[in-house]
């Protein structure tokens, strides 16, 4: 399936009017925060390797960057359009409401948004200003259409982030350092390192960045780094023929054994055992 790219800045956002080809494939994650609207039918995602959600017509599907999601049942009448938006475009877009966007979707998991007033116009409104190339302001008209759109899927993430009994003591700059911390782990091949190692790409102390995250999230950095990594070990292990070692070396663990550890501690069974029980046939 071929995506239309409409470019603010280098391409970082792009539209498919029809997803329905491109979401029956195997196990997969894109670099791009990605927005489904369900106009017809109805379909069944895995997200994360471990969660399912179910999406119906009028229902977005939010797809953070980098999430793995493994198809599972899509209805025959299926209509589906997405809007893919890199993480640069998404910063300039929501400016400084990104905080509740990384909120809803690394704390919070909200992934689906319920129908709401504003979506039933959506796709006629994104189908005119995608297909009319020679608007002068086109871009100008997109990015204000892409901040409308973000800013309202925000409001509807308020009931979910909203948190009025816990004070919230963090700053701006603690929120800005959080979202490119969560970003740089989501980004990195091998996710399972020292919190050291990502404090020193954001030019931080590992102190401070634990200081941070426990301020933004309430939850150490540590934390953040084991899920995500575990995500991988997840969907490796049931969506791919790799042996436990081939897995080990590409998730850069120094060897099979310290990975089972790893992996035992965190899920309770062992690698092999996981395989056993949720292997897919590929």
Known sequence: MELEAVSLV??????????VEMAKAQSASSPF????FCQYGKMLVEMGAQENMKVKAGQLLLIPAQKKIYPIMFSTDLKASALLISDKALKTALGGQIDI????MYMKEVYVINHQKWMDGFTCYVNSVFEQRDMQLRNEILLSFLRTMLLMICEGFMKHVDTPHVADTSTIRDKDIFGKFLTLISSEQYKHRQVSYYAGKLCLTPKYLSIVCQRVSGKAPMQWITESTMEDCYVMLRDTN??????????GFPNSSFF??????QAGMTPLDYRTKYHRNV
């Open 33 to 36: 925060h990605t927005i489904v």
């Open 10 to 19: 280098n391409d970082d956002v792009l539209y498919m009017e029809n997803v």
């Open 101 to 104: 966007w990384n909120k809803a």
């Open 260 to 265: 089972g550890q790893f992996f035992r501690r």
């Open 242 to 251: 790799k042996t436990v070692k081939e897995i080990s070396d590409s998730l």
